[in-house]
């Protein structure tokens, strides 16, 4: 008799249990369905290097009677696959309403050559440069000796040519913020000399090849010793190619000699 009990319950437990997991399924395909219909309303936050306007226009958000088939996974779906934005954080806040957090790509530098056009991400992929971007405050890498293989979003590896304009970038950014906000410029000259473009400095400073890092610690080092004299006029250049050495070549002759060793 009990033996036919225990049948009873365990029968009676799992019809129970069956009961519960329909009640499950069913609010989760009702509230599914029911978060498709609701959304009429979409913001979106964070967006510096786009507006708005046009990471709507990229999702397809700007057609508002398609949004009845929108749910929270598919406006992040669509909004995650634009090339500018890394992730992005996607809620419901209630009146029909969805917002949209972008997060966008880190980006370190710009790389310009031909038609091309690139902004060179922190994770080193090159991401191609849309039409009216905004925020571009970053220096501008030319004339890489690998310039044929760069493509879409390429990934550098420390072999590629484009990776030595990124130390000095990455350089000056860490050693000295004023000198690379004034940093417009680094001319990777195809495989020789290297050579920067101040926005403040009428003339060229040559850093060579090697030791690039260190080339920005020697500039630094001379940049608050003589800051003042570095606006001149007269001078022609600046060379940090020599090691422990800096040279700036003038216009106009000082004392006997047109070179002047500091």
């Not at 020789?192 to 080092?221: A, C, H, Q, T």
């Not at 006029?233 to 050495?245: E, G, P, T």
Request: charged residues 25%; without cysteine; proline residues 2%.
């Amino acid at each position: 008799m009990s033996t036919k009990k225990n049948k009873y319950k365990k029968v009676f437990s799992v019809i129970f249990l069956l009961f519960l997991l329909g009640i499950l399924l069913y609010l989760t395909f009702n509230l599914e369905n029911r978060s498709v219909f609701i959304v009429k309303h979409i913001e979106i936050k964070g967006a510096d290097h786009l507006t708005k306007e046009q990471y709507f226009k990229y999702a397809n958000f700007d057609h508002i009677d398609d949004y009845k088939y929108l749910n929270l996974t598919i406006i992040k779906d669509r909004i995650i696959k634009h090339p500018y934005i890394k992730d992005a954080d996607v809620e419901f806040e209630g009146n029909d309403k969805v917002v949209i957090d972008l997060i966008e790509k880190n980006f370190n530098a710009l790389y310009y050559t031909g038609n091309k056009q690139y902004m060179v991400t922190e994770n080193l992929e090159l991401v191609p440069q849309l039409p009216f971007t905004r925020q571009l405050d970053y220096p501008i890498i030319t004339n890489s000796l690998d310039d044929k293989k760069y493509k879409p979003f390429y990934h550098l590896t420390k072999t590629d040519d484009l990776i030595n304009g990124l130390k000095i970038v990455s350089s000056f950014k860490i050693i000295n913020e004023d000198l690379y906000n004034k940093l417009s410029e680094i001319d990777l000259n195809n495989g020789k000399s290297i050579s920067l473009v101040f926005s403040v400095f009428d003339y060229l400073v040559y850093v060579g090849r090697e030791d690039v890092i260190k080339r920005v610690v020697y500039f630094d080092n001379f940049y608050n010793s003589v800051r003042e004299n570095l606006y001149s006029s007269a001078i022609s250049h600046v060379d940090l190619r020599f090691d422990k050495n800096i040279y700036m070549q003038l216009n106009v002759p000082v004392s006997d000699a047109e070179d002047k060793k500091l």
